[in-house]
């Protein structure tokens, strides 16, 4: 895979995404987010990608932000359409079948804090910083964070951080439950990487069925009581599924395909 503004590399079965501006301290830009949404498509084509990471070159930032000087002379209009284009992107890793770790090494401020929550997990070095400053430049969030914030870490912190522009450390997102897990960002990577080999020696299905379900607890349009009963349903005729039983039945681990 090549890409203008990422660096990719398969470790494990893991696609390990590195955004790669690191001298506008990976901040997204219009191409960042043209590869992201490309390097998803893939991701959910290709078989052999059980996983991913994503993470920011250099040792200083996740993604620091928007590419501010796109926004200089954006229209009403514009600005509408690239928020609705970004929520789509970000979307698109939320909804991925497959796990997806952001590993936040350094700044993660505005559409980066953004992009980190659109991760399933959320793996922080204890350099990292995490805020939604947007309302400092006269704008507010745009690519979800609203949303997501709130999801994570409830209405009144998230109301505090996105209305005062605020940052937060790695300890504080840890305790409002913003990230998972705080460890030294020389073990960022091996901590993400040691979770998702657990996750690999499940069912593939099971677990982007249990992705759908968890997401379905956020979506207004679905109840995700119906949404869990359905997939669980939908379980029981895959081949994994019967593998599954029978190994436990036989008291041996289980050799899942994937269908």
């Not at 914030?149 to 912190?157: E, F, H, I, P, S």
Request: aromatic share 8%; glycine share 8%; proline share 3%.
């Amino acid at each position: 895979m090549s890409f203008q503004t990422l660096f990719t590399k398969m470790e494990d079965h893991t696609l390990i995404i590195t955004i790669n501006r690191p001298e506008k301290l990976n901040a997204l830009n219009s191409q960042v987010m043209q590869d992201l949404d490309a390097v998803f498509e893939r991701v959910y084509k290709f078989p052999e990608i059980k996983s991913v990471i994503i993470t920011g070159a250099g040792l200083k930032s996740f993604v620091a932000g928007a590419d501010i000087k796109e926004f200089e002379s954006l229209t009403k209009e514009q600005a509408t359409a690239l928020a609705k284009k970004g929520q789509s992107i970000f979307a698109k890793i939320e909804n991925s079948p497959k796990p997806v770790i952001a590993c936040v090494n350094g700044f993660a401020l505005g559409g980066g804090c953004e992009l980190a929550m659109s991760c399933h997990l959320i793996i922080a070095s204890d350099n990292a910083i995490f805020g939604q400053p947007e309302v400092n430049l006269g704008i507010m969030v745009g690519y979800g964070g609203s949303q997501r914030l709130t999801q994570k870490m409830g209405k009144a912190r998230a109301m505090e951080l996105i209305i005062t522009g605020n940052n937060i450390n790695a300890e504080q997102a840890l305790s409002y439950g913003l990230v998972n897990y705080v460890v030294p960002q020389t073990d960022l990577i091996t901590k993400a990487m040691s979770i998702l080999a657990a996750a690999h020696t499940k069912a593939p299905i099971a677990i982007a069925n249990s992705i759908k379900a968890v997401n379905a607890a956020w979506d207004e349009k679905q109840d995700g009581y119906v949404v869990e009963a359905d997939l669980f349903g939908n379980c029981f005729i895959t081949e994994d599924c019967k593998e599954g039983i029978q190994a436990f039945l036989e008291k041996r681990k289980p050799h899942f395909k994937g269908h």
